[in-house]
């Protein structure tokens, strides 16, 4: 016999295409909305600067914020535009270009949050 999420239903006539996780129709499936409600983050905002794998250039990275995809990612278009550069969010983590953790830290400060300086 073979597992039963080999032969899991994917698409029905009736229903159109079905979640494989909990195996309700995608305008039914609760998987997402669980994703949706539970963001990543233990309530401590982690801000430190990087160089690993970046040709020598320092990033600053934000990681442990307890937010959604979209809040994520208008907080870090507010962070970029206040410090002036570019940057990007990728899995739940902020990276402004260049060396910026006390404007960042600062500025998260403002905004309510718990910053930590982290690494060295």
């Known amino acids: 016999m073979k597992s039963s999420s080999a032969g899991a239903l994917v698409y029905s006539t009736e229903t159109g295409r079905m979640c494989p996780a909990c195996r309700q129709p995608l305008a039914q499936c609760a998987c997402k909305a669980q994703a949706k409600a539970v963001p990543a983050g233990d309530g401590v905002v982690r801000v430190s600067r990087q160089t690993k794998g970046r040709g020598g250039k320092s990033v600053t990275v934000v990681k442990g914020l307890a937010l959604d995809a ?6 870090g278009k507010q962070l970029r535009t206040q410090c002036g550069s570019g940057g990007t969010v990728k899995d ?15 500025a998260l400060a403002k905004l309510g949050h718990q910053p930590k300086k982290a690494g060295a």
Do not use: M
């Open 70 to 75: 979209i809040a994520l990612a208008l907080l």
């Open 92 to 106: 739940g983590v902020i990276e402004v270009q260049g060396d910026h953790v006390d404007t960042i830290v600062a």
